[in-house]
């Protein structure tokens, strides 16, 4: 939580106001299926709950980060937005249709992983639809830092940070049906750094 209060009251909207290109390949995976109501754990600063209620979504988002609760407010007066921890899910009896999730899981320990999955599965409905989207191994990052578990390192103060081959992420979700896993590059402004692409892995996948 205080990582991120800190970039968030630092930087504000660090990765700007459009959706990522993750996001728009989920919404048209999406589109595909019978889907109305969406979880987004981990929602930041909104631009992702934004995004999935301006098309018609009726959208829930769950974030950590007090200041970046705020900024969402802000930005998107569409969604329901919740302040809390993934891990203290579920804050509501509600059941959706789908989750989608952005770079979140990575962030988390392996037994916090296994949890964090675990509450998710208990909060679609049947035949719902899941989106995570991951660091890969091929990310330029793998393997720097202090390592702490088996492909996780601390690269960063207190954010360790996973990173997934393909038989990781099926391993991790393996109670699901996977309809599609792949890599996806993804253009992400550093800053002073400037334009960096990342090489994420995402899974979609079906209860």
């Not at 979140?104 to 949890?115: G, I, Q, T, V």
Request: charge should be neutral; proline fraction near 2%.
């Amino acid at each position: 939580m205080e990582y991120w209060n800190k970039r968030f009251s630092g930087k504000g909207k660090i990765w700007g106001i459009e959706p990522s290109k993750t996001a728009i390949y989920a919404l048209k995976l999406f589109k595909n299926y019978d889907i109305k109501k969406i979880l987004i754990p981990g929602s930041g600063y909104g631009r992702h709950t934004k995004f999935f209620s301006l098309n018609n979504y009726e959208v829930t988002g769950i974030e950590i980060s007090e200041i970046g609760l705020n900024i969402a407010k802000e930005l998107d007066s569409k969604s329901k937005l919740m302040l809390g921890s993934v891990l203290d899910m579920p804050f509501n009896d509600e059941m959706y249709d789908a989750i989608f999730c952005y770079n979140l899981l990575h962030l988390l320990l392996k037994n916090e992983r296994a949890l964090f999955i675990e509450k998710c599965y208990s909060q679609l409905r049947d035949n719902g639809f899941i989106f995570f989207s991951v660091f890969s191994e091929q990310e330029e990052r793998f393997g720097k830092g202090t390592k702490i578990e088996e492909n996780t390192f601390e690269s960063k103060p207190y954010r360790p940070t996973h990173y997934f081959t393909k038989e990781d992420i099926l391993k991790h979700f393996n109670a699901f049906s996977v309809i599609e896993t792949n890599i996806i590059e993804e253009k992400e402004n550093h800053g002073d750094l400037g334009l960096h692409t990342h090489k994420f892995r995402y899974i979609f996948a079906k209860k």
